[in-house]
């Protein structure tokens, strides 16, 4: 597994679970058929420069920065104006048509700024596919990604 796509993976492991320790990385990605060491998983964490937070049923666990969060609006937001070429939704799925080469960067994008709203996203050279975990949410992601990219 290429190291951006692990890294995709763990943010959106982070969205849905609180890590602790770099070990339950280790657990939660053999759980999905991802094998990794601890060594890799430390070096991951320096590079995508995760922080520990307190959690809410104590202790603390890895999280992104919030700088980088709000970067993520941003860095979608230029990104949807200039590379959309077309957006289009049915039942709980939504599809993004790019300019050739940045749908995988749009698919970490729209990952990060969906991550509660999408159950899978997919991708190849000029397309991203979505699937939101309800028809009501593919619709809003549709709306937004439609919104923002409408200078394009």
Known sequence: MRKQERHRIITQLLSEHDVKKQEDFVAILAQQGVTVTQATISRDIKEMKLIKVPAQNGGYRYSVPQKEQENVNEKLADLLKEAVVSVDQMEKFISVKTLPGNASACANL???????????????????????RTEEEAKQIQQEIAAKSQNN
Not at 114 to 126: E, P, R, S
């Open 110 to 132: 729209l990952e990060k700024q969906f991550a509660k709203n999408l159950f899978a996203t997919v991708n190849d050279d000029d397309s991203v596919l979505m699937i939101a």
